[in-house]
Nanobody, 125 residues
């Protein structure tokens, strides 16, 4: 079965940076788009970013556009999320996810079927 393992979360001050990684197994990684979602306390899970199978297409939530960058290394079966200029409102558990099908740049929750355990990102004022 598909396994997604996130790492790289932590505590950072506002304006700082973090890089999340997600190691994938159990799927033909290079065939699938990959995504990141997040869930803050008391809020619904929300889309953050997605990247196509080749890395040539990306799509971001408006709230992170210009600050976050999603990328992938198909040779390492790993997807990354570089987060710069972090804000307190970015505090959340961040989840790596793989889609149910070979979508180009999925961005809706229902398009994704496999999820990691999540990694906590906390941004202090």
């Amino acid at each position: 079965q598909v396994q997604l393992v996130e790492s790289g979360g932590g505590l950072v001050q506002a304006g700082g940076s973090l890089r999340l990684s997600c190691a994938a197994s159990g799927l033909t990684f290079s065939s699938y788009a990959m995504g990141w979602f997040r869930q803050a306390p008391g809020k619904e899970r929300e889309f953050v970013a997605t990247i196509s199978w080749s890395g040539g297409d990306t799509y971001y939530a408006e709230s992170v556009k210009g600050r976050f960058t999603i990328s992938r290394d198909n040779g390492k079966n790993t997807v990354y999320l570089q987060m710069n200029n972090l804000k307190p409102e970015d505090t959340a558990v961040y989840y790596c996810t793989a889609p149910r099908r070979l979508y180009r740049v999925p961005n809706r929750d229902e398009e994704f079927g496999s999820w990691g355990q999540g990694t906590q990102v906390t941004v202090s004022p």
